[in-house]
């Protein structure tokens, strides 16, 4: 029987700037990715996505790195997938900091609770 998770993401916005185009996505994610188009800084915003797939998954946060000129992909968790004991309530992506080389400092709470 397969069931269909539905991991919260919540992403707050401790790194003194604004964020833009901020997406919280999953390989083979077939609708629209979810993006966030701009998080002022101190502010907090979420949002769930849907997982219909067999085996495991890493969600990632993915964003245009301008210093390198790349789309970076950093994983946020490891291993979702849509089995009972796979299944994840919430997790939290807290943006510290962007580093020199234009990546996202991140720190990660899994099982966040409010």
């Excluded at 700037?17 to 083979?28: A, H, K, P, R, S």
């Excluded at 210093?67 to 968790?77: A, N």
């Amino acid at each position: 029987m397969m069931i269909q998770t539905l991991p919260t993401v919540y992403v707050d916005n401790n790194s003194g700037v604004t964020l833009e185009n901020i997406t919280i996505t999953f390989d083979g994610y077939e609708a629209k990715e979810p993006t966030f188009k701009k998080i002022k800084s101190g502010d907090r915003v979420s949002m769930s996505l849907y997982n219909k797939f067999v085996g495991k998954r890493d969600v990632y946060m993915k964003y245009y790195n301008e210093k390198l000129r790349i789309t970076e992909r950093q994983v946020i968790f490891e291993g979702l997938d849509s089995t009972f004991l796979g299944t994840m309530g919430t997790i939290l992506v807290e943006v510290q900091s962007k580093q020199k080389d234009g990546r996202f400092l991140l720190d990660i709470t899994k099982n966040f609770t409010l």
